[in-house]
T-cell receptor, first 113, second 116 residues
């Protein structure tokens, strides 16, 4: 399985943008890049995903390098509620499930008031 | 909204007991997953199921079994609980992918199991 590498922890000031990096140098041409986050005392929640092009949704933006060996999750204006562990994972496409989906240890984001 | 419900938030069991962790989802998802989460180790996949009565081993299946008799319910079974199975257990579900684009996972809020 293709592996991702993320920093263990990051800090950011409230109301400033946050850029969370993820390296995935062994990504295959068909792997999708997914991001999840886990707030304290909750299960992980889906944030965003993409294949090649940059993606935006109401929660965040995903910037994917041209060679796809790295990506960056961008929170445009961090709030205290964004303090969480953020996971970057790769998912091989499948139309029928049977997907052995594993997570790493993620990046713990601390927001400084 | 998709709801994934785990039957207990906290559970305390004794070594050697048989333990059942239940997970129910209400959105007719085909895929269901069981993970455990431990400090410094992230989420590790125990078992997953992509259809009723189908099950596949994840990365750490030893000491666990699963049951999927109905589409909405996925049970994790600890046949004889041991102290090293003290952990946070998380259940998740998702639809099958379409066009190769995998559907996001929806997680429950977890069951913190303590084995004494």
């Amino acid at each position: 399985d293709a592996k991702t590498t993320q920093p263990n922890s990051m800090e950011s000031n409230e109301e400033e943008p946050v850029h969370l990096p993820c390296n995935h140098s062994t990504i295959s041409g068909t792997d999708y890049i997914h991001w999840y986050r886990q707030l304290p005392s909750q299960g992980p929640e889906y944030v965003i995903h993409g294949l090649t092009s940059n993606v935006n949704n109401r929660m965040a933006s995903l910037a994917i390098a041209e060679d796809r060996k790295s990506s960056t999750l961008i929170l445009h204006r961090a709030t205290l509620r964004d303090a969480a562990v953020y996971y970057c994972i790769l998912r091989a496409p499948t139309n029928f499930g049977n997907e052995k989906l594993t997570f790493g240890t993620g990046t713990r984001l601390t927001i400084i008031p | 909204d998709v709801k994934v419900t785990q039957s207990s938030r906290y559970l305390v069991k004794r070594t050697g007991e048989k333990v059942f962790l239940e997970c129910v989802q209400d959105m007719d998802h085909e895929n269901m997953f069981w993970y455990r989460q431990d400090p410094g180790l992230g989420l590790r996949l125990i078992y997953f199921s992509y259809d009723v009565k189908m099950k596949e081993k994840g990365d750490i299946p030893e000491g666990y079994s699963v049951s999927r008799e109905k589409k909405e319910r996925f049970s994790l079974i600890l046949e004889s609980a041991s102290t090293n199975q003290t952990s946070m257990y998380l259940c998740a579900s998702s639809l099958w992918g379409t066009g190769g684009n995998n559907s996001p996972l929806h997680f429950g809020n977890g069951t913190r199991l303590t084995v004494t």
